[in-house]
């Protein structure tokens, strides 16, 4: 009996090297939609978007170079509060509590190219494009 094991365990041992592969592969398969079926891609390269809901959900608002000028405080309008954002711009972004971009609230920025917050630490009212 142990002569018979030891000529099939070579055999054995490749399936079993050949099954670990081959499930390694499955385990990590992308499952993610692709970009376009993203609602955070909904938001074009060159843009700062924000959504009044969470993951990307609500009411959108979009700033891009065209219609903002850097270093300046832009409210979001109507009273909107954001909270979720994906920074497309290749330039960082300030996000501010305060509706006059002040210090006294919170304020992080982002880094820019591709940076997307679904579900912001803090309430967007206003933003800062930097040079």
Excluded at 23 to 47: K, Q
């Amino acid at each position: 009996m142990l002569s018979t094991l030891r000529a099939y365990l070579p055999r054995l041992l490749i399936l079993a090297a050949l099954g670990m592969l081959g499930g390694a592969g499955i385990a990590h398969a992308d499952t993610a939609p692709p970009p376009a079926e993203r609602p955070e891609f909904a938001c074009d390269p060159g843009e700062f978007c924000t959504w009044t809901g969470e993951f990307y959900r609500g009411t959108m608002y979009r700033l891009d170079l065209r219609t903002t000028n850097p270093q300046e405080c832009i409210a979001l309008p109507d009273d909107a509060v954001a909270k979720s954002f994906a920074n497309r711009l290749e330039r960082d972004v300030t996000v501010y509590q305060d509706v006059e971009c002040g210090t006294e609230g919170d304020f992080i920025t982002y880094p820019g190219h591709d940076t997307f917050a679904p579900h912001a630490p803090l309430l967007v009212r206003a933003v800062k494009i930097w040079d």
